[in-house]
């Protein structure tokens, strides 16, 4: 087909009218925003590279549509790691694939069969055209107005302290400016809500994450640093949350870096890229879903990373160094996938009397189940450690 | 077997609406697509000299053996170009001939074409709307032209086809040719004359009947897949063209309708073993071959066509050499206004569209043809 590039962008938004009606429904289902921040960024993507690319080809035979297409979602992943879009890769190539496919009927089936001379036009639709870039227009513009009405308000705090609790109850970012420090912890207890850039000294908890039994979901945590809690340093229940670049500090006693627990019927939480010191255990996650990788963790009294009370969920790519009792611990009843971690390092607790407790560097306690694969174990007390029932697989 | 009747036209109104001078696949295209924008069948007198729309087609690529088309799955006679053969071939032959549409491989044979055309002959009641006359004369009267003594159509579509058969005029008169398009069987020592698709495909022929093959040629052959490059049959190149002067678009008609045959595996190694056994030759002239094909085309309708030539004498139209001067939707500028349409498909519409003789350039004068009668302001 040799297209006009006006033909190329009246079939292109006419082809995106189904896509957009997609991604709104989705959008309302669900509800969230991403697919039509993902849609609108493949109309921009296609427009784009229709009027600086594309337009030099003189023909575009049909088979040209698949490595355009791939062209296409390459750059379109980009933009969607570049402006943090928060959508799963299986979703977004999900929908720029239903989108493509139905683009290409429409070009080579649909459109040549509603318009009579759509291959002589050069892919111009006349009056449909303008019409369907007007519906897309008004659609996306709507929908970003809409969007743009319910972005939740950012909040700065300034540099200083701040005495707190901080209680946060309605959608909301949190931004700290740089040397901004809330004294006596942060307590959320509303969805959507993006704290960023903040730290945290002191207080029971340093950030709790609590909204009682209706649960928490669309929480990011970006970039805190918690010192001195008295318990733990992130602390959540029932709730769905991002974790990512946090540093936790924490204190000798009966404290813990990072808890999510009882949260295992509201999805998967990630913990990503922390760094977390001290205290009697790291990481703890119990009964939840959760991923937790790239993440640091040294110096604890008890565990480093513990998956416990039939949780599920992926341990992998993490760092455990210089730790009392266990380095990973999988225990009661959960299935823990443990694949290409560093554990080294780990001690025996003698004092404690706790055989469980002897340096292992991963461990399977309680009718768990361990899957490992690709972990790196130097010079713990004891590698691998399986109790009361426990489990441990090697994959292949 | 089909027969075609007389229309029944009434006796009043003395002005009927819509007349297609020419029952060949140009006037069989414009039919079909009068009857896809709606026009009321009993509006449309179509003049033939044969009922069969693909008659001189069909005898043309029996003479020349030809065994596919040229065109892709876009050559079909439908209005639309969706669905054309490939999907009408998947029907029976599964996903390939879709798979090959897509990357421009698909090819539709004589057969199936020829099958097609018939299906929508049947359909189409393409003989019930057939007069078996040959038109002689269009004359402008009063909101029509009068066709010979036929009446007066509103608007009229010339689609008369190739006027005859070309031979060169230093090989007029010689007993030993023969034209491509005349039915032929192969001497033992042939000289082929002419570099197109015919020719190429003339080459073939006399090889696999056992010939000594020289291609006699004054222009070597461009290679492409199409008659003219595929941007020429959209809007995309159609813009540049259309926005040419008389001499530029002359000059950029001879370049591009000079001859040529697709690129492949299938033409060339052929006639690379024949010409590594010494059975193929290219020569500047034809030397004592036993046999001469000419594979040279056709007359210009300019000159050659009594209607067109008539018509051009007659009302003083404009020629740029020996080709009709036409607005760029293929209407004749002059005698076509407001209230009446002449436009012209096939061959003599080049000015217009370069690959007018073809089943696409038909159908966008067909298009052109249709918008002008629907807009009329007496329907």
């Given amino acids: 087909m040799s297209y006009t590039l006006r033909g ?3 079939s292109r938004l006419t082809a995106a009218f189904l896509p957009v009606l997609f991604a709104c429904a989705i959008a309302i289902a669900l509800p969230a925003w991403w697919p039509i921040l993902l849609v609108a960024l493949m109309i921009g993507v296609g427009v784009l590279l229709d009027v600086s690319l594309y337009d030099v080809l003189d023909y575009q035979p049909g088979w040209y549509a698949v490595p355009l297409g791939l062209i296409e979602l390459g750059i379109l992943m980009a933009f969607v790691r570049a402006l943090e879009i928060h959508v799963s890769l299986a979703a977004a190539i999900g929908l720029f ?55 939740p308000p950012t909040v700065r705090l300034a540099a200083g302290v701040h005495q707190g609790p901080l209680v946060i109850t309605h959608s909301q970012t949190l931004v700290g400016t740089r040397g901004a420090v809330v004294r006596g912890g942060i307590v959320i207890r509303a969805s959507h809500v993006i704290v960023r850039n903040v730290s945290v000294v002191g207080g029971e908890n340093g950030i709790v994450v609590d909204c009682g039994d209706r649960g928490t979901h669309h929480l990011l945590l970006d970039r805190v640093k918690v010192v001195g809690a008295q318990i733990d340093g992130i602390h959540v229940r029932r709730s769905r949350v991002t974790i990512r670049d946090c540093v936790v500090d924490s204190p000798t006693g009966f404290t813990q870096g990072i808890d999510i627990s009882f949260s295992a019927d509201m999805g998967m939480s990630v913990i990503d890229g922390c760094t977390v010191t001290g205290g009697r255990e790291g990481i703890v996650v119990d009964s939840a879903l959760a991923m937790i990788s790239h993440n640091q963790v040294t110096a604890t009294q008890m565990r480093a990373i513990n998956m416990n009370e039939m949780s599920m969920g992926m341990i992998e790519h993490n760092k455990v160094a210089g730790v009392l009792g266990v380095g990973i611990f999988c225990g009661d009843q959960s299935e823990c996938m443990i694949e290409r971690n560093h554990v080294s390092g780990t001690r025996a607790d003698h004092p404690s009397g706790d055989l469980a407790q002897m340096g292992y560097g991963i461990e399977s306690h309680y009718k768990s189940l361990a899957e490992l694969s690709g972990n790196e174990l130097v010079g713990n007390a004891r590698p691998i450690g399986v109790f009361a029932g426990g489990e441990v697989r090697h994959a292949r | 077997m089909l027969q075609a009747r007389e229309p029944a036209i009434a006796a009043t109104p003395a002005r009927r609406q819509v007349a297609i001078v020419g029952g060949g696949l140009a006037g069989f295209v414009a039919y ?32 020349i053996r030809q065994r596919e088309m040229r065109s892709e799955s876009d050559g079909h006679c439908l ?18 001939p879709l798979a090959l549409s897509i990357c421009n491989r698909y090819h539709p044979t004589i057969e199936e074409f020829l099958a097609h055309v018939d299906e929508l002959r049947e359909h ?98 461009d290679r492409r897949p199409l ?24 000059e950029l008609l001879e370049r591009l309708l000079g001859p040529s045959y697709p690129p492949g595996r299938m033409w060339d190694e052929p006639l690379e073993k024949a010409a590594h056994a010494g059975r193929f030759r290219i020569a500047g002239s034809v030397d004592g071959e036993e046999q001469v094909i000419c594979a040279t085309g056709f007359l210009d309708a300019v000159g050659h066509d009594p209607l067109l030539t008539a018509l051009v004498r007659d009302h003083g139209l404009e020629t740029c050499r020996r ?57």
């Avoid at chain 2, 209005?79 to 390939?96: D, E, I, M, N, W």
């Avoid at chain 2, 941007?231 to 813009?239: K, N, Q, T, Y």
């Avoid at chain 2, 003599?348 to 918008?371: C, E, H, I, N, S």
């Fill in chain 2, 32 to 63: 079909l697509t009068l009857l896809h924008g709606k026009v009321v069948p009993g509006d449309i007198t179509i003049f033939a000299t044969e009922p069969d729309p693909a008659g001189a087609w069909r005898r043309r690529a029996n003479a």
């Fill in chain 2, 79 to 96: 209005p639309r170009s969706f669905p054309g053969l490939a999907v009408r071939a998947a029907k029976q032959q599964g996903l390939v």
């Fill in chain 2, 323 to 379: 080709r009709l001067v036409l607005d760029d939707d293929s209407t004749v500028p002059g005698l076509t206004s407001a209230e009446r349409t002449l436009a012209v498909a096939g061959k003599p519409a080049q000015w217009a569209y370069p690959a007018a003789d073809t089943l696409v350039g038909m159908k966008y004068a067909a298009r052109g043809f249709l918008r002008r009668v629907i807009a009329c302001p007496t329907r």
């Fill in chain 2, 227 to 250: 008659n003219v490059p595929r941007d020429l049959f959209s809007r995309r190149g159609l813009a540049r063209y259309h926005a040419t002067d008389w001499r530029e678009r002359a």
């Fill in chain 1, 97 to 151: 694939a239903g989108a493509w496919v139905v683009s290409q009927v429409l070009a080579h089936a649909g459109f040549p069969w509603l318009s009579l001379s759509y291959a002589e036009d050069g892919g111009e639709l006349g009056r449909a055209g303008v019409a369907a870039l007007g519906f897309v227009v008004v659609a996306l513009g709507a929908c970003g107005a809409i969007y743009w009405a319910k972005v």
């Fill in chain 2, 124 to 221: 189409s009641g393409w003989d019930t709307r057939l007069l078996l006359r040959r038109v002689a004369r269009a004359r402008p009267v009063d909101g029509g032209f009068a066709l010979d003594g036929h009446g007066v159509f509103q608007h009229v579509l010339l689609a008369t086809g190739h006027p005859g058969l070309a031979v060169p005029a230093e090989l007029a008169g010689d007993s030993r040719v023969v034209h491509a398009y005349d039915p032929h069987e192969y001497a033992d020592t042939v000289a082929i004359v002419g570099a197109g698709m015919a020719a190429a495909t003339e080459w073939l022929n006399a090889l696999a009947a056992g010939a000594r093959v020289t291609s006699v040629r004054r222009h070597e052959p």
């Fill in chain 1, 8 to 10: 190329r962008l009246e």
